[in-house]
């Protein structure tokens, strides 16, 4: 672990990536873990693609600030609370890591296909974003860090829905995210039990699709659906019987050139996992 000292600046910033589009998002002040308070400002983008930006900088022995993205609403790992502040298990993860090893970056919340091709396009070094590792994504490039969190794949239906499980599901549209382990999950089932698959770009809008009737049932992560129905009373219900298997998300990288980071990263998850920090920030999340 390095022992330089924690400097930790956050700005928030409304920005937009070439690669892909977004939304506008606005950003407020935050305040920082090593006790400095920083100030926040808000600034529209020149094109129309704008995501939420929120800049780290922790005192190391080099000015290379590392870019990394991730999702804009992935509650609890990533999300903008009342106050608008980028939160979650995997901002604050990335935050106790770079205070743990000094190193210094930029996180930028511009949304789960906007995250995969800015780092494919070398926009950003690195995404953090609850992806899940496996053998397929690393044999089309990605490089992963070692796990820092398990979870599984769901399916949940609106709370007065009469759907029980798969069976029910023949002749109806079920809704998953882009390019997710949800999405693999459900497209591995829909021949067998006849269902047609309506892809979305974010977890909030495919809830409501569910919840408005639009589709009979979504795919997503456990964890994140559960978060979601606990903390917004959102009308939806986890089937039972409906999971697979659990896989590990991790920290990745598409450029091995940037090895640097993933080491990083997987030294500084080990130190927070000893010190107990890792479990101060699961706890807070998720209780």
Same mark, same amino acid.
């Given at each position: 672990m390095k022992k330089s000292a924690l400097v930790m600046a956050v700005t928030m910033a409304v920005l937009g990536l070439s690669a892909c589009g977004g939304s506008d998002a606005s950003t407020p002040a935050a305040t920082t873990a090593a006790g400095t308070t920083a100030a926040a400002t808000t600034a529209a983008a020149a094109d129309t693609t704008a995501a939420a930006e929120e800049t780290t900088a922790a005192a190391g022995d080099s000015d290379k600030v590392w870019q990394i993205v991730t999702d804009t609403a992935f509650k609890p790992f990533e999300y903008t609370d009342d106050s608008g502040k980028l939160v979650g298990i995997d901002v604050d993860i990335l935050a106790a890591i770079a205070d743990d090893q000094g190193f210094k970056y930029e996180i930028k919340s511009i949304g789960w296909d906007a995250s995969i091709a800015a780092c494919q396009a070398g926009q950003a070094d690195g995404m953090i974003a609850g992806a899940?590792?496996?053998?397929?994504?690393?044999?089309?490039?990605?490089?992963?860090?070692?796990? &820092? &969190?398990?979870?599984?794949?769901?399916?949940?239906?609106?709370?007065?829905? @009469?759907?029980?499980?798969?069976? @029910?599901?023949?002749? %109806?549209?079920?809704?998953?995210?882009?390019?997710? !382990?949800?999405? @693999?999950? $459900?497209?591995?089932? %829909? *021949?067998? &039990? /006849?269902? *047609?698959?309506? &892809?979305?770009?974010?977890?909030?809008? !495919?809830?409501?699709?569910?919840?408005?009737?639009?589709? $009979? $049932?979504?795919? *997503?992560?456990?964890?994140? !659906?559960?978060?979601?129905?606990?903390?917004?009373?959102? /009308?939806? %219900?986890?089937?039972?019987?409906?999971?697979? @298997?659990?896989?590990?998300?991790?920290?990745?990288?598409? +450029?091995?050139? %940037?090895?640097?980071?993933? +080491? !990083?990263f997987n030294a500084g998850l080990k130190d927070i996992k000893a010190n107990g920090k890792y479990d101060e920030i699961i706890a807070n999340y998720l209780g």
């Open positions: 899940s590792i496996t053998d397929e994504r690393k044999s089309s490039g990605w490089i992963f860090s070692d796990g &820092y &969190y398990d979870a599984n794949q769901s399916m949940a239906v609106a709370e007065n829905s @009469d759907i029980t499980g798969f069976d @029910d599901l023949k002749g %109806k549209s079920v809704a998953v995210k882009t390019a997710s !382990m949800s999405a @693999d999950y $459900a497209e591995s089932l %829909k *021949d067998q &039990y /006849g269902f *047609d698959i309506t &892809y979305f770009e974010d977890s909030p809008t !495919m809830y409501q699709a569910v919840v408005g009737g639009q589709v $009979a $049932a979504c795919f *997503d992560d456990t964890p994140i !659906m559960a978060s979601n129905i606990k903390d917004t009373g959102l /009308g939806m %219900k986890i089937l039972d019987g409906t999971g697979n @298997d659990p896989a590990e998300y991790g920290f990745a990288i598409f +450029d091995s050139s %940037k090895q640097e980071l993933i +080491d !990083m």
